[in-house]
């Protein structure tokens, strides 16, 4: 003989099993989440500063170094300028291709060294180099702002005069480099080679 309680079914252990199968579902869809995040491309997140004259500011220089970087640094030229941090990961893999084509004196290359404590980016470029024609110490992040900086790092090629005409989020690599900047930096050179003087 069972007793009605025998008979009736307990929630229970169904929620319990809901939970087995929630938890990694949800954990999965974040873990997803994350990695498009991670490997989504630059175009993903567009700047409203694409051509548009490069924000002015005027920073000190990091420490160790005498010269800082001003809006007034990247008129004149074709350059790059390379948003870096220390503390950041992707900075320090992507530094040695910066070391590379510093020393190929194709363009020049600035920095702005964000949010940084100033003894650690003085170390971090004295042990792994320094690439950069000049170097901003961006302390509080206020120029990042004016920039639109996303997170570090962050690549821009900037135009003869002063404009901003590509932006890269997230570290260079080789082939970025080769296929992707280079070639924008070759064509803006030519076109202000064969602009007429006036």
Not at 32 to 59: H, N, Q, T, Y
Not at 170 to 179: D, H, Q
């Amino acid at each position: 003989m069972t007793s009605t309680r025998d008979n009736k079914i307990v929630p229970a252990p169904r929620r319990r099993n809901l939970g087995f199968v929630l938890v990694p579902v949800v954990a999965l869809a974040l873990m997803a989440l994350f990695g498009w995040g991670l490997f989504r491309g630059a175009d993903d997140l567009p700047s409203a500063l694409i051509d548009k004259p490069v924000p002015e500011f005027a920073l000190p220089p990091v420490l160790g170094r005498e010269e800082g970087l001003s809006t007034q640094d990247l008129i004149g030229h074709v350059s790059l300028v390379n948003v870096f941090a220390s503390w950041c990961v992707p900075c320090r893999a992507e530094h040695p291709l910066f070391m590379e084509l510093s020393a190929t004196g194709e363009v020049p290359l600035y920095g702005i060294n964000y949010k940084d404590p100033p003894e650690q980016a003085r170390v971090w470029l004295d042990e792994l180099g320094d690439p950069y024609a000049r170097i901003g110490a961006d302390i509080d992040g206020r120029a990042g702002i004016e920039w639109g900086v996303y997170g570090v790092p962050e690549t821009y090629v900037i135009t003869s005069d002063g404009t901003i005409a590509y932006r890269h989020v997230g570290p260079i690599t080789r082939a970025i480099l080769r296929e992707t900047l280079l070639p924008i930096v070759r064509d803006l050179k030519n076109q202000s080679f064969k602009e007429p003087t006036p």
